[in-house]
């Protein structure tokens, strides 16, 4: 947490955004309420982190290109795939083969959604209209080209990822550089290559989530 105290704020890429919104409750079958979260540990995580960046009067920060991924639709397949873990059905209560009640389906999404609108709305939580210098996207394009061909790098992502990020996050480094912010986030794209991108100047400092301690 002191990595990211050093800052006057913190840069939230697209997933730490989604877990954020993904918590909510809804009933189970017996009517208790359930806890329902994009993930048991990364969500109570970046919300916690969340609290205490506010509670210490540092900002929160991303660019639009970033937020305009967490779209309805992106949402909805988020909340899709989550209502099909056999661990979240268990925990509410359904049988092995028993349908995921549609209703409470639009119900978390309807609830990631508001919660969405209002993280857009909060005064410690700023969307930056950016738009990277093309060299300096090139530039970094061309780091992540180097990838595949490279002993030392290409083994630390998943063979079955493209070793090219997408625009958004591209973006989301040269932003975190040109404004001297940490990116708080679980990606490997981000995660995996953190010294390189740091030591040649492509991003401020990348923060792994999970190297996060409270």
């Known amino acids: 947490m002191e990595r990211l105290l050093r800052y006057v704020a913190t840069v939230y890429d697209a997933n730490c955004v989604i877990l954020h919104c993904f918590y909510c409750e809804v009933p189970r079958k017996d009517g208790s309420a359930c806890l329902v979260q994009e993930d048991d540990a990364l969500t109570p995580l970046v919300r916690a982190i969340t609290q205490k960046l506010v509670d210490s009067g540092r900002r929160i920060k991303t660019i639009r290109i970033i937020m305009n991924q967490v ?15 056999s661990g979240l059905r268990k925990k509410m209560g359904l049988a092995h083969l028993e349908r995921f009640p ?9 609830k990631c959604k508001k919660t969405a609108r209002r993280l857009k709305a909060k005064s410690w939580f700023d969307i930056e209209d950016f738009q990277p210098e093309q060299p300096k996207l090139d530039a970094l394009r061309s780091f992540y080209k180097q990838v595949p061909s490279d002993p030392a790098l290409r083994g ?16 989301l480094r040269i932003y975190s550089k040109s404004s001297g912010l940490p990116i708080l986030t679980n990606d490997s794209h981000f995660t995996a290559f953190a010294p390189e991108l740091a030591a040649l100047g492509h991003v401020a400092e990348i923060v792994p989530l999970t190297s996060v301690k409270l």
């Open 71 to 85: 779209s309805d639709p992106l949402l909805a397949s988020v909340v899709r795939r989550r209502v099909n873990d």
């Open 156 to 171: 630390r992502l998943s063979p079955h990822r493209n070793p090219m990020p997408d625009t958004a996050d591209l973006d």
């Open 102 to 110: 549609s209703d409470l389906e639009l119900q978390i999404l309807e």
